[in-house]
T-cell receptor
């Protein structure tokens, strides 16, 4: 149990285009999901917290108009990188929190975004 | 106060040896301490987690030791195998924090030599 999927696993796009990344909790409901960005050989950098049915909460320094987050159901959150530029190239990872007495969070496999 | 400090940055262990990774925190409100294992190009996988009401938790070859008074916790990998070579992250969170954010350590790259 506790499987989180991400799609696509890898995407290459041209500068100026928008890219949507999906995060799904496959076997549990997740009221709260998180989006992270990870640079090579670095730790996870939290970008935003996504709550089902409400607006996402963005971390300081993260442009909410550039990184659009939608959490329309208890099993799906999406991250859209709008007008992508080469500096947005990174490894994006989502996690889903399983509702329980513990803060168990399960990560997706990640999406490698390359902007040309 | 929200930081979690992790050490060492990298670790090389011979096959069969014990790998030990340490983390320290300041926020006494933290009450959940998970460890994640990440292979290159993959998302982190939840390995083992502990609550502060116990001092040790063991799952197979993986053990978490927790010292509440010192505000430290560590991951021990017994009989380390080459397949354990990965990056390990400790984390902490507080159920009092309704954001449910995990505060991550900086990571430890473990290499287990055959």
């Amino acid at each position: 149990g506790a499987v989180v999927s991400q799609h696509p696993s890898r995407v290459i796009c041209k500068s100026g285009t928008s890219v949507k990344i999906e995060c799904r909790s496959l076997d549990f409901q997740a009221t709260t999901m998180f989006w992270y960005r990870q640079f090579p050989k670095k730790s996870l950098m939290l970008m935003a917290t996504s709550n089902e049915g409400s607006k996402a909460t963005y971390e300081q320094g993260v442009e909410k108009d550039k990184f659009l987050i939608n959490h329309a159901s208890l099993t799906l959150s999406t991250l859209t990188v709008t007008s992508a530029h080469p500096e947005d190239s990174s490894f994006y990872i989502c996690s889903a929190r399983r509702d329980s007495n513990y803060n168990e969070q399960f990560f997706g496999p990640g999406t490698r975004l390359t902007v040309l | 106060q929200q930081q979690v400090k992790q050490s060492p940055q990298s670790l090389i262990v011979q096959k069969g040896g014990i790998s030990i990774i340490n983390c320290a925190y300041e926020n006494t409100a933290f009450d959940y301490f998970p460890w994640y294992q990440q292979f290159p190009g993959k998302g982190p996988a939840l390995l083992i987690a502990i609550r502060p009401d116990v001092s040790e938790k063991k799952e197979g070859r993986f053990t978490i030791s927790f010292n509440k008074s010192a505000k430290q916790f560590s991951l021990h990998i017994m009989d380390s195998q080459p397949g354990d070579s990965a990056t390990y992250f400790c984390a902490a969170s507080s159920m009092m924090d309704s954001s449910y954010k995990l505060i991550f350590g900086s990571g430890t790259r473990l290499l287990v030599r055959p």
